[in-house]
Every structure is written in C-alpha cells, then in structure tokens.
C-alpha cells in the first residue's frame, strides 16, 4: 500500500511539474506574439503653418493674379486672362501702380520670374515665354515651350523652376527653356497635383494649390512637401460679398524676411510673417 501511495505521488509531481513547464513556454510566446503584431504609429505628420498678417495693401480688384516677385523695393505682378493680361511694377507701400504694359490681346499671361535683370512670363496655352527689360519693361526676347505654362521662379541662381498645373516641377536652361530635371512632388505618399504660383522662399519652393486656400512649402532636392502654410485667414479681410477669385501669388522680400500674397481679383496685397 505504502508502495502505491509513493507511485501515485510520484506520478502526480511528474505531471504537475509538466504542466508548469509547459504554461511557463507558452505564455512568454504567446506575449511576445503580442507584442510583435502590435500596430506601429511610424506615418509621418506633415506641419501646417499659420500665417500672421503685419499689414495690408491696397491692390487692383481687375487684376487677375499669375504671378508675383519681390526686387529692388517694388512688388512685380504679373496678370492674366486673355484681353487683360498685364505686366507691372507696384508700390509695396501705398499699391500704387507705377509702371504697366499690357501684353497682347492674343496671349494669357502666367506666371513671372527675375533673372539676369530680366523679367521671364509664361504664357498659358500659347507656348511662349516673353522676356522683358526690368527698367524699360520693353520685350527684347521671346522663347518657345512646350506645354502649359502655370508659375515660375528661380531654382536657384542659374535655373528656374516651372508649374504646369501637375505635380511634376520642371527645372529650365533659362536660355532655352530645355527642361534639365524634374522634381515630383509628393506629401508622403500623397501626389500634389495643381501646383500654381512659385516662389523661392530661402532655398524652398513655395507653391499655391491651385483651389485651395493653402501653400505646399517643397524641398528643391527631393520635391517632398515640408509643410504645408495656411492663408484661409486671409479671407476674413474681404468685404462682405467680395467678388474674388482663388488665392494666388507668393513674393519674398529677402532683405526684410517678409512675405507678400494677393489673389485674384482680390483687393488687399497682405504682408504676413510664418508662425512656426
């Protein structure tokens, strides 16, 4: 009988100790399996930036904005649509239009940019680029592109950079317009298309979305967005039932920091400052 007893205890410490070796394997496992599945927060935010309005400017409510730089203390301002398409130099201070040309009847001014003491304008469907004296604002040149033409600025001191209404960028030979690389441009994953007025704001591009109140901040190298800027506080300027068109026109006084926009057809050019 003694012998039964210390068979079955024996028996009964062999299973148990089993049994606890056998709980202790899984349930480390099965933690770790846990642990392993678990979803990892890595996506990305891309900031959005406000913008401070320091002051505002009164501007032509005709004007239909396509383009705008920063030089030598004057706002340029480039205007579009066929019959109104214009070239002008404006007095940051007061509005003032100080100088104009208007650009023939049959062309629909885009976008404008400054190189070499020139003024580069894109034309919309008509496949020119008009080069102007900065002073006189006389035509001396013209060069012929393929394509459409949306906004333009400098790529850097030797090339440009043009819009074309797409999320490709392309970057231009300014002495014929020969595209020498492309930038495309994406926020993560996502492909901004209708990439309108440009601007070179300290190295990056910075580009009205056509129809949205916002500005894609673009690195040059990459074309990935940095940030995104947010101008929808600029309406709240507008008069009530203001006839206004979209957001558009970006110039940068490198001297000063500041940053001016305007619309078109919008009554006010804004100096503002980014918030970060």
Not at 9 to 26: G, H, I
Not at 113 to 141: P, S, V
Request: charged content about 20%; some cysteine; aromatic content about 14%.
């Amino acid at each position: 009988m003694k012998l039964f007893v210390l068979l079955f205890f024996f028996v009964f410490a062999s299973c148990a100790n089993d049994k606890k070796e056998l709980k202790d394997n899984f349930e480390p496992k099965q933690k770790e399996n846990k642990e392993v599945n678990k979803p990892l927060n890595t996506k990305p935010i891309i900031p959005i930036f406000p913008i401070k309005v320091l002051r505002t400017i009164p501007h032509d409510t005709l004007a239909f904005t396509q383009g705008l730089l920063f030089y030598n203390g004057y706002i340029y301002e480039s205007t579009g649509q066929y019959g109104h398409s214009s070239l002008r130099k404006i007095n940051p201070f007061n509005g003032k239009i100080e100088q104009i040309v208007e650009i023939e009847k049959v062309y629909f001014a885009e976008g404008i940019a400054l190189h070499n003491g020139k003024l580069y304008m894109l034309t919309w469907r008509d496949g020119f680029c008009f080069i102007f004296n900065i002073k006189t604002f006389q035509k001396e040149d013209e060069i012929h592109f393929l394509g459409e033409g949306w906004g333009l600025t400098n790529y850097d001191q030797n090339l440009l950079v043009q819009s074309d209404g797409t999320n490709i960028l392309k970057i231009l030979d300014p002495s014929n317009f020969n595209v020498v690389n492309t930038l495309v441009v994406f926020a993560d994953t996502y492909p901004i298309s209708n990439l309108n007025e440009l601007e070179n704001v300290e190295g990056d591009i910075w580009a009205n979305i056509w129809m949205k109140d916002s500005i894609a901040v673009i690195d040059k190298n990459t074309g990935k967005v940095k940030f995104f800027v947010d101008v929808s506080p600029l309406r709240n300027y507008l008069p009530k039932n203001a006839y206004v068109d979209v957001i558009n026109g970006i110039a940068y006084n490198q001297k000063t920091k500041k940053i001016y926009l305007t619309g078109k057809f919008w009554p006010f050019l804004f100096e503002v400052e980014l918030i970060k």
